[in-house]
């Protein structure tokens, strides 16, 4: 059983910054696939960007070159920085991790992109 509670998600302006941090705990951590998703008003829920349990990455076409995903097995996090955000990005992200079936979501975190 691995719990997940995502932070770091706001109002921001086009142009700006967030930081999504995801805080793991009730499991061994390293041995997952983490990834961020993100669920937009009206459309399903799709992967932004995901690392595997040997630090390879997988992003979603449109946050290429603009979002970063990273893990901290010893702390038992992982994050998503997020540059250059624009209006399209705003949705709810939620972080997940998963091993073999076992799969788990955190309750997610609002980001939205707004002038």
């Known amino acids: 059983q691995v719990q997940l509670v995502e932070s770091g998600g706001g109002l921001v302006q086009p142009g700006g910054s967030l930081r999504l941090s995801c805080a793991a705990s009730?499991?061994?951590?390293?041995?997952?696939?983490v990834g961020w998703y993100r669920q937009a008003p009206g459309k399903q829920r799709e992967l932004v960007a995901e690392?595997?349990?040997?630090?390879?990455?997988v992003y979603e076409d449109s946050v290429k070159g603009r979002f970063t995903i990273s893990r901290d097995n010893a702390k038992n996090t992982a994050n998503l920085q997020m540059n250059s955000l624009k209006p399209e990005d705003t949705a709810v992200y939620y972080c997940?991790?998963?091993?073999?079936?076992?799969?788990?979501w955190g309750q997610g975190t609002q980001v939205t992109v707004s002038s």
């Open positions: 997940n991790c998963r091993r073999g079936v076992f799969s788990y």
């Open positions: 009730g499991s061994i951590f390293r041995a997952y696939t």
């Open positions: 690392i595997t349990t040997g630090g390879s990455t």
